[in-house]
């Protein structure tokens, strides 16, 4: 009940293509579910976030679709720029919870 | 300034020795984590401490102990190193767990290697 599943391991697009990440988790006491931004030999890095009373937000190129029945919420890069090239993590996390359960993540690459 | 930093950033030592990684936050916040990142990139929670507090041991073998001295300060000893202990050490902090949606700010790794 504690996984936050991950999907797809790698993905490979086009610059100015849409990437998207798709998480799911099981525990309905999850309400924060941030995605991460990792690049080579750096920490994680927030990169946005979404509470559960809300179905989307955006900001700037990244958007996350979240739907609370389904269990499930995505990221969306519009207009995939090399630089966007990095491991992507969706997490989950709640007040009864003391940690953030991290997907599995996912390798982006952006070929330009 | 660095939010959350960590030391060393590289550690190659020998099976079996003893050794320590040190992390502080200049955040103000009151939790403090570690997390294992192996080489499959898997982020794994090992400790969260909530005010110089153990709030989570995550099945973590007892020769890892981690140490808060203060609450910007959360540190990690690993006794009798195994290669299993090969991997990259995140030191993270957030806001007090009563405060809903928090960030975690995660230090930039140390990575450790057993030979």
């Known amino acids: 009940q504690q996984q936050v599943k991950q999907s797809p391991q790698s993905l490979i697009v086009q610059k100015g293509g849409i990437s998207i990440i798709n998480c799911a988790y099981e525990n309905t006491a999850f309400d924060y579910f941030p995605w991460y931004q990792q690049f080579p030999g750096k920490g994680p890095a927030l990169l946005i976030a979404i509470r559960p009373d809300v179905s989307e937000k955006k900001e700037g190129r990244f958007t996350i679709s979240f739907n609370k029945s389904a269990k499930q919420f995505s990221l969306h890069i519009m207009d995939s720029q090399p630089g966007d090239s990095a491991t992507y993590f969706c997490?989950?996390?709640?007040?009864?919870?003391?940690?953030?359960?991290f997907g599995t993540g996912t390798r982006l690459k952006v070929l330009a | 300034d660095t939010a959350v930093s960590q030391t060393p950033k590289y550690l190659v030592t020998q099976m079996g020795n003893d050794k320590s990684i040190k992390c502080e936050q200049n955040?103000?916040?009151?939790?403090m984590y570690w997390y294992k990142q192996d080489s499959k990139k898997f982020l794994k929670i090992m400790f969260s401490?909530?005010?110089?507090?153990?709030?989570i041991n995550e099945t973590v073998p007892n020769r890892f102990s981690p140490k808060s001295p203060d609450k910007a300060h959360l540190n990690l000893h690993i006794n009798s190193l195994e290669l299993g202990d090969s991997a990259v050490y995140f030191c993270?902090?957030?806001?007090?767990?009563?405060?809903?949606?928090?960030?975690?700010?995660f230090g930039q790794g140390t990575r450790l290697t057993v030979v």
């Open positions: 401490y909530n005010n110089k507090e153990l709030i």
């Open positions: 993270a902090s957030s806001l007090g767990w009563e405060t809903l949606g928090t960030e975690a700010f």
């Open positions: 955040l103000g916040h009151d939790t």
């Open positions: 997490a989950a996390s709640g007040s009864g919870t003391y940690k953030y359960i």
